[in-house]
């Protein structure tokens, strides 16, 4: 298993509804892209488990150029009241 702390600042994709992310930082990328094989089931989506204060959901990171996006679900953004643009840490485990 890996196990990684990150902090970092939120974005937004929007398409038909809002989204929100973290995108991994290049040394964390970097670690992912060595496993990566054995962690996908399939298109490069690798399943993950993101802790942020008190709340854990399961979720799958999604690959995009220079780095993987850690998606923010309602379930982990609302109890934690996160917003677009806010700075957070969260623990990132697959």
Avoid at 8 to 21: L, Q
Avoid at 27 to 51: C, D, M, N, Q
Avoid at 74 to 81: L, M, S
């Amino acid at each position: 298993m890996l196990k990684f702390e990150i902090t970092g600042t939120v974005i937004e994709w929007r398409g038909p509804a809002p989204f929100y992310f973290l995108p991994t930082p290049i040394e964390v990328t970097e670690e992912i892209e060595l496993y990566k094989r054995e962690l996908t089931y399939g298109w490069g989506v690798i399943p993950a488990k993101v802790t942020i204060g008190q709340t854990t959901v399961s979720t799958s990171l999604i690959p995009r150029t220079g780095s993987f996006y850690i998606p923010l679900k309602d379930a982990v953004r609302k109890p934690n009241q996160i917003a677009v643009s806010d700075e957070i840490t969260l623990i990132l485990e697959l």
